[in-house]
């Protein structure tokens, strides 16, 4: 069938030299109709994709502020004041502005689909609940819901993708695509991938996912606000009584008291995973030990990859000493034990305001940050070294281009692919590391109340024999997906870049392109 004169008309336009809005105004209607069903999905859950997005600005300039309070304070002490009152300042207006944004309603909030409320009689029915259904499969209905939207969105991202790819891209192949097409048919990558979206709904969710929320059943189990309702069998009424008093009478603590997985207490407050040894919602916990979690693991992932990628392409770009210098640093810091260095540190800043941010959160995530450069430096070095003998490099050197525009324009695009293969493996050392120091404790890991997954596990330990097996065992079933499924994205995006490691035993060494 001969193509229409317009469309030969878009494709000529499209590999000319025209920007990216020049082509989508030429050729509109792919991208409106993307779109529009892009603004249906946001609008349907603006308040958390708002929320979760000044969560992740309010850690980025919490860390970069951070840094900049600490390098000002080496120099002067007003200087460094001058810096965490400003800090203090635009945090406070960061989290003003996520509240708000968290309290718009969405469709599929906890108000809209409400799991919490009591019944009227012995024999119910339920009231306060999503259409009157019990707690269990408003539950239920909620959950499904918010992962099938998250699936759902997910998809839409890459579909966009595609539209970029076939209607407005000027080249018609890039090393990307076949990258894709391999992932595409790498069903063990696309479980990691799979992993990676539920993860991250958890974390973004969380709030919309639990039964309660974690300022009402862990934080704040007292306040006025964390009164529930329920009906009473030895008063025949509907009483009221305080969450934390009703997390007291549904302690998990073995044979004699235990409320289990997919139960109810006995003030008809669901419970999914099971209660903790001191009562609380064990789902509500992992949600909010979703969120810290990758909080932490993110901004220590790319703060070493940062490191990494910029010291990757300068000591491959100049070699020489700059290489020497940057391989002894490198060998210095793995020298020195990181459980030993977190342990000095955590002592160090015990009273600093720095170990209080995120809960000592942000601290472990500097800490790993500044100690995992060097093992993802190695596996980009070799790669680097590699690009910067090639001719194009040569070629652009000699036209009189700066070497920061050299190093990312023309050598970063080629070391990209494996920097993301080795953050992705070492993101799940990072999640081992810090529910270890959790587990451990003694002012270690993230500071209580905060939840946090290797506190659960250490909570549960004196009962994995019994019936409240559930405390430590889903927390360390989580753990383990979560870092399962980061190795799986790791190893299926290491095929797709280098087919030639696939199946192989020594994948990472040939990846690494002799950068050890």
């Not at 309702?229 to 009584?241: A, I, P, Q």
């Not at 360390?476 to 995006?493: K, P, Q, R, S």
């Amino acid at each position: 069938m001969a193509r229409s004169t317009a469309d030969t008309t878009n494709e000529s336009f499209r590999h000319d030299s025209s920007t990216l809005t020049e082509r989508i105004a030429a050729n509109p209607e792919p991208a409106l109709r993307w779109a529009g069903v892009a603004a249906v999905l946001l609008l349907l859950e603006l308040g958390a994709f708002l929320g979760g997005v000044l969560t992740l600005f309010h850690a980025a300039v919490l860390g970069v502020t951070a840094l900049l309070e600490v390098s000002l304070g080496a120099v002067s002490s007003g200087l460094g004041e001058a810096a965490f009152g400003f800090q203090t300042d635009a945090l406070a207006s960061i989290s003003g502005v996520r509240d708000a944004a968290q309290s718009i309603p969405t469709l599929l909030s906890r108000e809209t689909i409400s799991n919490q409320g009591h019944m009227v009689g012995p024999n119910g029915p339920w009231t306060g609940t999503f259409l009157g259904l019990e707690p269990a499969y408003a539950w239920g209905i909620r959950v499904v819901l918010v992962l099938v939207y998250a699936f759902v969105t997910a998809y839409w991202l890459f579909r966009g993708w595609l539209v970029f790819r076939n209607h407005y891209r000027q080249a018609d192949w890039t090393p990307t695509d076949d990258i894709i097409n391999r992932l595409r048919d790498h069903r063990w990558g696309q479980f990691g991938i799979a992993v990676l979206v539920v993860f991250l709904t958890l974390a973004l969710f969380g709030p919309a996912l639990g039964p309660t929320t974690v300022q009402q059943n862990i934080k704040s189990p007292y306040a006025e606000e964390s009164q529930i309702e329920y009906f009473s069998d030895d008063t025949g009424s509907v009483e009221t009584v305080f969450a934390g008093k009703a997390n007291f009478d549904s302690k998990s603590k073995g044979p004699n008291q235990n409320v289990g997985p997919m139960t109810y207490d006995d003030y008809g407050r669901f419970h999914p995973f099971g209660t903790l040894p001191n009562g609380r919602d064990l789902f509500t916990f992992m949600m909010g030990g979703a969120r810290i979690s990758l909080i932490v693991t993110g901004l220590a992932i790319g703060l070493a990859s940062f490191i990494a990628g910029a010291l990757g392409l300068i000591s491959a770009f100049y070699g020489g000493t700059t290489d020497l210098a940057v391989l002894t640093t490198a060998d210095g810091i793995t020298s020195v034990p990181r459980l030993l260095l977190l342990v000095m540190l955590s002592a160090v800043f015990a009273n600093h305001w720095l170990g209080s941010v995120l809960d000592g959160g942000f601290l472990l995530a500097l800490i790993f940050g500044f100690t995992g450069w060097p093992l993802l430096w190695r596996a980009v070095r070799g790669p680097a070294l590699q690009v910067a003998q090639e001719e194009w490099v040569d070629a652009a050197e000699s036209f009189g281009q700066r070497p920061t525009l050299i190093m990312w324009k023309h050598m970063f695009p080629y070391v990209m692919g494996y920097l993301l293969v080795y953050a992705s493996m070492s993101a799940g050392g990072i999640v081992v590391s810090l529910s270890a120091l959790s587990f451990i404790g003694n002012g270690l890991g993230i500071t209580a109340p905060t939840p946090a997954w290797g506190r659960a596990v250490s909570l549960g330990q004196s009962y994995v024999a019994g019936p409240s097996w559930h405390i430590a065992l889903i927390p360390g079933l989580m753990i383990v997906i979560l870092v399962m499924g980061l190795n799986a994205f790791g190893d299926g995006l290491r095929d797709a870049i280098d087919p030639e490691t696939k199946g192989s035993d020594d994948g990472d060494e040939l990846a690494a392109g002799g950068g050890a």
